[in-house]
Nanobody, 128 residues
Framework: QVQLVESGGGSVQAGESLKLSCVAS???????????RAWFRQAPGKEREGVAS???????IYADSVKGRFTASSDSGNRTLYLEMNNMEPGDSAIYYC???????????????????WGQGTQVTVSS
């Protein structure tokens, strides 16, 4: 059973930074890095949207809205996914979810239907 636990959310001012972490369990040794891992977010009244993802090639892909400001990374040994968010904007306010799957994934995916496993979410609030 795959479980994902996020941490690191909070409230910041516009222009400040936050770093989210997501620890995965339920994967065998060496397995985690072969699969898609991603961060999604959902603001009130809006659909859940992909923010960043990493696949087996280790190269993150990003939504256009966060390119140049957010950086995703993964520590396969600790089965941890990170999202470093810099120069944050009020539009970044949302619940951020960590997600993953168990299908080989070369280059990451921001398509929500690729993901069966989800964390509980962590609130991020950016004030102007």
């Amino acid at each position: 059973q795959v479980q994902l636990v996020e941490s690191g959310g909070g409230s910041v001012q516009a222009g400040e930074s936050l770093k989210l972490s997501c620890v995965a369990s339920g994967y065998a040794d060496g397995e985690y890095s072969d699969y898609c891992r991603a961060w999604f977010r959902q603001a009130p009244g809006k659909e859940r949207e992909g923010v960043a993802s990493i696949g087996a090639n280790g190269l993150p892909i990003y939504a256009d809205s966060v390119k140049g400001r957010f950086t995703a990374s993964s520590d396969s040994g600790n089965r941890t996914l990170y999202l470093e968010m810099n120069n944050m904007e009020p539009g970044d306010s949302a619940i951020y979810y960590c997600t993953a799957n168990r299908l080989y994934c070369h280059g990451g995916s921001l398509w929500i239907r690729d993901y069966p496993f989800w964390g509980q979410g962590t609130q991020v609030t950016v004030s102007s």
